[in-house]
């Protein structure tokens, strides 16, 4: 069965960085719509970064020059990079995985059939 897992959440300084990882079992990351979430208690998850199945990126306005979506085949494993962090940033952050899509526009979560379990990413100021 598809599995999604994050790594790499933790905590950070304003002004640090991070890398999160999902890596995923029994699906193909290089080749499929994937995308970073994250939610803050008592609000709606948001949709950060996505990357089409062809390869073209997106990312939410809050996080542009500051984070980045990418894909390993080797591995199999989406990544974000975060710089620039502030506390605004944190939150539980999702990988999540659809089908087929274009990187052009951020997705709503409804769009997307796998999810892994989380990771929490918390900035200190």
């Known amino acids: 069965r598809v599995q999604l897992v994050e790594s790499g959440g933790g905590s950070a300084q304003a002004g640090g960085s991070l890398r999160l990882s999902c890596a995923a079992s029994d699906y193909t990351v290089s080749t499929s719509c994937m995308a970073w979430f994250r939610q803050v208690p008592g609000k709606e998850r948001e949709g950060v970064a996505l990357?089409?199945?062809?390869?073209?990126?997106t990312v939410a306005d809050s996080v542009k020059g500051r984070f980045t979506i990418s894909r390993e085949s080797a591995k199999n494993t989406l990544y974000l990079e975060m710089t620039s962090l502030n506390p605004e940033d944190t939150a539980v952050y999702y990988c999540a995985a659809a089908g087929l899509c274009s990187g052009g526009s951020l997705l709503p979560d409804s769009r997307f059939a796998y999810w892994g379990q989380g990771t929490q990413v918390t900035v200190s100021s």
């Open positions: 990357i089409g199945h062809r390869g073209d990126r």
